[in-house]
């Protein structure tokens, strides 16, 4: 989460205060990691850290009353002074090496794979899931439904059958894209080698354009899924509302992730946050 805080340096650890948006999972969980900028004497900001703060030391601000993903319950998060110990921190500095303390005791090389390439990619897996489950949900009531003019079944729709083809050619290709990239830069992890330029490019490129799958491939069934699906409560039209909510989030911005992997292509010089 970005840094929204201030914090601190006390005796044994850091003194904490600030506002987190958009904090998902806050309505039930029982840790939140939050940054914060730390600020020597005189208020002078020296770098960022994170803080690990137990459910009791924060309050939760219901905020989030969005038109979907609701459930991640992405509200914010108030501490007001709060005593956090220095081994419930990490600086950012040590979050950007593929080196941490943690990994003195944890050898799995999960924690080695670079933190943007996890990031960015977990929120276009879970969208693409989203679209697997609202391709389903398509093909559950297709299969029964009987459109009103015409008496027609629209199984036997050829235009309906040939949607149902590109969207789930739309998911598939998402996957295995999001898969194969994971897996390679797993397979550095796993031999201790830092995840190349070129692969963490690629990685980029893959992972917005799988979003941009994913909900192109829910619209052209909810397009031919009837009035019924536009009712509130229906799967099809939870998820149409959640993948659309999910390709808002920063990470999905296909032009400035393309461009990372154009530039690299060409030589160019590649900086970005989420790299």
Not at 122 to 141: C, F, H, K, N, T
Not at 178 to 196: F, H, I, K, M, Q
Request: proline share 4%.
């Amino acid at each position: 989460m970005a840094p929204s805080g201030t914090a601190h340096r006390v005796e044994g650890g850091y003194r904490l205060s600030g506002r987190w948006g958009f904090s998902s999972g806050s309505d039930h969980v029982g840790w939140a990691l939050v940054g914060a900028v730390v600020q020597e004497g005189g208020g002078t900001p020296s770098h960022v850290r994170t803080f690990l703060v137990p459910q009791s030391d924060f309050v939760v601000e219901d905020v989030w009353h969005a038109v979907g993903l609701r459930g991640t319950g992405s509200n914010d998060l108030h501490i007001a002074e709060v005593f956090v110990p220095e081994h419930r921190t990490l600086s950012a500095a040590q979050v950007a090496l593929p080196e941490c303390p943690g990994h003195a005791v944890n050898p799995e090389p999960l924690y080695r794979m670079p933190l943007a390439t996890i990031f960015t990619t977990s929120i276009s897996v879970a969208i693409v899931g989203m679209a697997e489950a609202g391709l389903a949900a398509y093909l559950d009531a297709t299969r029964k439904r009987i459109r009103v003019v015409g008496n027609q079944r629209v199984a036997e729709d050829p235009f309906a059958q040939v949607r149902i083809a590109r969207a789930a050619s739309a998911v598939d290709g998402a996957w295995l894209q999001l898969t194969r990239n994971v897996a390679d830069v797993y397979t550095c992890a796993e031999s201790g080698e830092d995840t190349p330029l070129g692969l963490r490019t690629r990685l980029r490129r893959d992972q917005p354009l799988a979003t941009e799958r994913a909900v192109g491939a829910v619209d052209l069934v909810m397009e031919n899924a009837g009035g019924s699906a536009m009712r509130s409560g229906g799967a099809l039209e939870r998820i149409w509302r959640d993948v659309h909510t999910g390709r808002g989030h920063v990470v999905n911005d296909v032009e400035s992730a393309l461009a990372m992997f154009g530039r690299d292509a060409l030589g160019l010089e590649v900086t970005g946050a989420m790299l």
